[in-house]
């Protein structure tokens, strides 16, 4: 059974920072692509960033420069590191997985930034 566990969400401050981890098990980590997303009240969810198996990265626009991901295949976990948040920032993040041509989602982590 695949799991996914995300974790590191909160309240900041704009301007801080968060870091999302999100912990797979039940598959074979280093042959899935990882993505993260987020979703805003009212707005529908958006890719943030990607991370593939053979590490090739991209970001939205919106996130280049102040957030960065990576993963760490022998801990079977991605992460998000998010610096400068902006309350625009804020968001139900989402890990996701494909793996074999399936997709898998994590619970989802509110990230906050207010003063």
């Known amino acids: 059974q695949v799991r996914l566990v995300e974790s590191g969400g909160g309240l900041v401050q704009p301007g801080g920072s968060l870091r999302l981890s999100c912990a797979a098990s039940?598959?074979?980590?280093?042959?899935?692509?990882a993505d993260w997303y987020r979703q805003a009240p009212g707005k529908e969810r958006e890719l943030v960033a990607t991370?593939?198996?053979?590490?090739?990265?991209s970001y939205a626009d919106s996130v280049k420069g102040r957030f960065t991901t990576s993963r760490d295949n022998a801990k079977n976990t991605v992460y998000l590191q998010m610096n400068i948040l902006k309350p625009e920032d804020t968001a139900v993040y989402y890990c996701?997985?494909?793996?074999?041509?399936?997709?898998?989602w994590g619970q989802g982590t509110q990230v906050t930034v207010s003063s």
């Open positions: 996701h997985l494909r793996y074999l041509s399936k997709d898998y």
């Open positions: 039940g598959i074979i980590f280093s042959f899935a692509t």
């Open positions: 991370i593939t198996k053979i590490g090739s990265i």
